[in-house]
């Protein structure tokens, strides 16, 4: 299962800054059910994602009613991504 969406890239400041993308809701309608078979621990759903032709694993997880995909560093470093921006997404859930 495959998705595809662009959204305005926000930051988390915690101890360490974490940048995130919100799912549109009605994508995040289809994982719900998804999440259900590839979910491991806590919620969390390992996807496969491709941001500016850079390719990476990371795990994206429920908030606020939709999901968010954290953006690695080693992709919004070279792609000089910045809070605010709009970034256009692909991903497939699973490993």
């Known amino acids: 299962m495959e998705f595809s969406f662009s959204a305005?890239?926000?930051e988390w400041r915690g101890p360490a800054p974490f940048y995130f993308l919100?799912?549109?809701?009605d994508q995040a309608e289809e994982i719900r059910e998804a999440a259900k078979v590839v979910s491991y621990?806590?919620?969390m759903i390992p996807i496969?994602?491709?941001i500016g032709g850079i390719e990476f694993t990371?795990?994206?997880?429920?908030?606020?009613?939709?999901?968010?995909v954290p953006v690695k560093?080693?992709?919004?470093v070279p792609l000089k991504l910045n809070a605010g921006d709009q970034v256009e997404v692909t991903f497939a859930?699973?490993?």
């Open 8 to 10: 305005e890239m926000w």
């Open 22 to 25: 919100s799912v549109p809701e």
């Open 41 to 43: 621990g806590w919620g």
């Open 48 to 50: 496969r994602a491709e």
């Open 58 to 68: 990371t795990s994206m997880f429920a908030k606020n009613g939709t999901y968010v």
């Open 73 to 76: 560093s080693m992709v919004r």
């Open 93 to 95: 859930l699973g490993t």
